[in-house]
């Protein structure tokens, strides 16, 4: 298993890729919110200072985690609407991170997998602690049925096609023999754990009614810490390749009509669109 700090320097090193066409006549959205202002200080922190000096030279070069994925259908039918996927499907998944990801030098070994009925369909956090496997450096994916499509303020039509917590880190101080959980900056040089909670409910949602090229990456990029291209708006983020954004793109295939039209898509200023990185909605 990964060391902690070596975990979070996958997650650095994990690097925005590019999407596919999304050709449905409906917009796939993810759930995933924003990360915590707590994770956002221990990156920094680490670009700063550890990953600078020692780490990166003490730390591998390449990040090889373990997927365990749990398929929690419904009903008989062992359709994909229902929640329901093969072992090819898994494989050719895993198989898809890897290809996505080997630019950072992160893979995805083989390791569970589960077939469930979905006796947890509105408590999703109860699910993932009855199932998960390995421990918070191991990617657990829940294939669940497709959700409800819901309509927007200005008439589209969505659905969370995922949902994956970014990482959440505490660190650990030994004072007279007790034990303090607080946050803090990497600088302290302190054991870094996940809380209790966060190692039993870690992983992503997956609509399994919709293995997308790119959904399921997108989701994972998150479980490696990384935010949606727009969640930064026009202040963006050069050290992560976030280009300003003032909004969501919506499918790569109305982007690439919009820039034919105006010259870009939904960019703040001149700045480059963001329109291929995996982590917008395009």
């Not at 320097?9 to 959205?29: E, G, K, P, R, T």
């Not at 109860?126 to 959700?147: F, Q, S, T």
């Amino acid at each position: 298993m990964l060391s902690t700090l070596s975990f979070l320097a996958a997650l650095l090193l994990a690097h925005c890729v590019q999407c596919a066409n999304i050709s449905s006549a409906a917009s796939a959205a993810c759930g995933t919110g924003e990360v915590s202002a707590q994770f956002l200080e221990l990156t920094k922190s680490l670009r700063a200072s550890s990953l600078s000096s020692f780490s990166r030279r003490q730390l591998p070069q390449t990040f090889s985690f373990k997927l365990h994925a749990h398929v929690v259908y419904s009903g008989s039918a062992c359709s994909a609407a229902e929640g329901f996927i093969t072992k090819n499907d898994i494989e050719a998944e895993r198989l898809l991170l890897n290809r996505h990801f080997e630019g950072s030098g992160i893979s995805f070994t083989k390791g569970t997998i589960t077939y469930n009925q979905d006796k947890w369909r509105n408590d999703r956090e109860e699910m993932k602690r009855a199932l998960h496997r390995g421990g918070y450096a191991d990617l657990n994916i829940y294939y669940v049925p497709a959700p409800k499509w819901q309509k927007t303020a200005d008439g589209r039509l969505v659905r969370n096609q995922g949902n994956c917590r970014h990482p959440v880190f505490f660190y650990v101080i030994f004072d007279g023999g007790r034990k303090i959980l607080d946050y803090t900056t990497v600088m302290n040089q302190n054991i870094w754990i996940p809380s209790e909670e966060n190692r039993k409910v870690s992983g992503c949602d997956v609509n399994a009614e919709r293995l997308h090229p790119s959904d399921t990456v997108h989701e994972v990029g998150h479980w490696l810490g990384l935010q949606h291209t727009f969640d930064t708006g026009c202040a963006g983020d050069p050290v992560l390749g976030i280009h300003p954004q003032m909004k969501i793109t919506w499918r790569c295939e109305q982007s690439k009509q919009k820039i034919q039209q105006t010259g870009k898509v939904d960019d703040c200023g001149a700045s480059q669109s963001n329109m291929y990185n995996i982590m917008d909605y395009s």
